[in-house]
């Protein structure tokens, strides 16, 4: 075990078990109010996308650190193929599949 | 209930290797989802706990994918108010898309009484729970004999990608997502990982305020 990942996935995990159990546990105490559940609909979208933006343009890929950095990342140009899969498809496999073979691809064809 | 579950398979999985990808142990990858049990979220700390970003801002972001579960809590607590605390704690725990989504569904149309609503919930969520864990440590050990230049960990921002692009419902939902996207891409060298809490609180601000501008 590594003890500082098991500290943070704890830490994490009293966090969602907290929201989790916010009014399970505390409904007698507070009520949601209207501008709350109304933000709560964008925080999905908002968030996610945030976080690709790092993924694809900062992330570590193991294919670089295994055989070296080329000239054009491949990562950028895998999303775009893995979000037009997505658009064609409409399910998450396909998604991950396109994505996954282009990086490879783009990869391979600088080497 | 049963109709859901292929569904959480892939992500199960991607949830295993990832942390074994990024160089932690399977016990790690394993305890993550026993300890957190809420599949975004753990790909997301996963990911930020690779780009070195401090404790706290991952705390923030679990926290804001999470933040549904307030959600769902207030929705199924009418139905287990009368449980007892431990049954509550771990109804809690077990909270998940799925299960919400069928209790919602079938609580109001069904007069069960207490103990059936219990066992309803703890069935589903049992079923969940077990494959969740079970594709977590498969897919640890998988990651473990998978070399690295397969680059398993670039399979996050590829679930994201899926899952966002899932949440498009209406143009302000893409509203949100363009903006989150724009502002964490232009504060991508920030200090503190600014550009993506910058960029989440502006995509939600976006679609709050494009809602209310054409209503």
């Not at chain 1, 009293?14 to 505390?26: D, W």
């Not at chain 1, 007698?28 to 209207?34: G, S």
């Not at chain 2, 108010?81 to 109001?108: E, F, K, M, S, W």
């Not at chain 2, 920030?190 to 502006?202: A, D, K, T, V």
Request: aromatic share 12%.
């Amino acid at each position: 075990m590594t003890q500082e990942f098991i500290i943070i996935v704890a830490l994490a995990g009293l966090v969602t078990l907290a929201l989790k159990s916010a009014f399970i546990e505390g409904q007698h105490y507070f009520t949601l109010p209207k501008w709350f559940v109304d933000a709560l609909e964008f925080v999905p979208p908002a968030i996610l996308c945030a976080l690709i933006i790092p993924g694809i343009f900062k992330g570590k890929v193991g294919l670089i650190a295994a055989f070296g950095a080329v000239t054009i990342d491949p990562k950028p140009i895998a999303a775009a193929v893995a979000a037009l899969a997505f658009f064609m498809t409409k399910k998450t496999i396909p998604t991950l599949t396109a994505g996954m073979a282009s990086l490879y691809l783009v990869y391979w064809l600088q080497i | 209930m049963l109709p859901l579950l292929p569904g959480i398979i892939p992500f199960g999985l991607i949830a295993g290797f990832t942390p074994v990808s990024f160089g932690y142990t399977w016990l790690d990858s394993w305890m993550g989802s026993l300890l957190m049990f809420a599949g975004a979220s753990q790909l997301a700390a996963y990911q930020l706990m690779n780009e070195d970003a401090s404790i706290w801002v991952i705390l923030l972001t679990v926290a804001a994918i999470n933040l549904r579960y307030v959600l769902y809590s207030a929705s199924i607590a009418p139905h287990l108010a009368d449980a007892n605390r431990t049954t509550r704690l771990l109804a809690g725990y077990g909270l998940t898309d799925q299960i919400y989504a069928v209790c919602h569904r079938d609580y109001p149309i069904h007069n069960w009484n207490l103990n059936a609503r219990i066992a309803y919930y703890a069935g589903g969520t049992l079923l969940l729970w077990g494959l969740w864990q079970a594709c977590t440590v498969v897919g640890a050990f998988v990651g473990q004999v998978i070399p690295v230049f397969w680059s398993l960990e670039f399979m996050i921002p590829l679930t994201f990608l899926a899952l966002a692009l899932n949440t498009l419902k209406t143009r302000a939902h893409r509203v949100a997502a363009i903006t989150g996207a724009i502002v964490s891409f232009a504060g991508l060298n920030l200090p503190y990982n600014l550009g993506l809490i910058l960029g989440g609180l502006s995509g939600i601000l976006a679609g709050v305020l494009f809602r209310r501008v054409n209503q």
